[in-house]
Nanobody, 119 residues
Framework: QRHLVESGGGSVQAGGSLRLSCGPTWSLYCMAWFRQAPGKEREWVAFIETDFTRNYTASVKGRFFISQDSAKNIFFLDMNNLKPEDTAQYYC????????????????WGQGTQVIVSS
């Protein structure tokens, strides 16, 4: 049974940066980051599609970057110019089957890592 483990969360001041890591991966695509702020629904943040396209939710575009190290079977979320509204529990997710012609299914999840951004 596949599993994922995140690391890299923490507390930073607004304007700072953090890098989140997640692994081990088993595919070159269909990996994602989600987040859930207190009292809010979980939302997707960034993901890599089956055609290797990187997608970002509007609020993080230009500040966050999703990437992977295929040699180490890890993927990352680099978060720059962090804002207090980025405060949330961050989760990585992946497709257990590595994706298909129909796209990605987010059916394997990590346990989450906390990111706190203070003003």
């Amino acid at each position: 049974q596949r599993h994922l483990v995140e690391s890299g969360g923490g507390s930073v001041q607004a304007g700072g940066s953090l890098r989140l890591s997640c692994g081990p991966t088993w595919s070159l695509y269909c990996m994602a980051w989600f987040r859930q702020a207190p009292g809010k629904e979980r939302e997707w943040v960034a993901f890599i599609e089956t055609d290797f396209t990187r997608n970002y939710t509007a609020s993080v575009k230009g500040r966050f970057f999703i990437s992977q190290d295929s040699a180490k079977n890890i993927f990352f979320l680099d978060m720059n110019n962090l804002k207090p509204e980025d405060t949330a529990q961050y989760y990585c997710a992946a497709d257990a089957n590595g994706g298909s012609t129909y796209g990605c299914e987010w059916d394997v999840w990590g346990q989450g890592t906390q990111v706190i951004v203070s003003s």
